[in-house]
Nanobody, 126 residues
Framework: QVPLVESGGGLVQAGDSLTLACVPS????????RGWFRQVPGKEREFVAA????????YYADSVKGRFTISRDDAKNTVTLQMNSLRPEDTATYFC???????????????????WGQGTQVTVSS
């Protein structure tokens, strides 16, 4: 069974907003760092945003800083990615992930995340 399940993807126009959600299928991952990555065909999966286990510290790729916001609600076992001012270059499959990460230098590294979802497609038309 896939440990994490993403939802909220879709087709939108440039400038629109979308909110992605990620919930665990079994474990709660409350003490795990949580991240969002994205991937387009033929390219490597790239970091988008992450939040530490306490929900206090967040990290963003430069390309989304100021437009995307990651947050977590452990009472609801949910991590969300609010995406505003979407651009065609944001088109990708978005994956959520969980990992036991303690070093701030590791949040952007996909190999530090042990659990992944199957992804949700976001398409932004111009």
């Amino acid at each position: 069974q896939v440990p994490l399940v993403e939802s909220g993807g879709g087709l939108v126009q440039a400038g629109d907003s979308l909110t992605l959600a990620c919930v665990p299928s079994q474990e709660t991952f409350n003490l795990y760092a949580r991240g969002w990555f994205r991937q387009v065909p033929g390219k490597e999966r790239e970091f988008v945003a992450a939040v530490n286990w306490a929900g206090v510290t967040t990290y963003y790729a430069d390309s989304v800083k100021g437009r995307f916001t990651i947050s977590r609600d452990d009472a609801k076992n949910t991590v969300t990615l609010q995406m505003n001012s979407l651009r065609p270059e944001d088109t990708a499959t978005y994956f959520c992930a969980a990992g036991q990460i303690w070093d701030s230098a590791h949040y952007k590294s996909r190999d530090k995340y042990d659990f992944w979802g199957q992804g949700t497609q976001v398409t932004v038309s111009s």
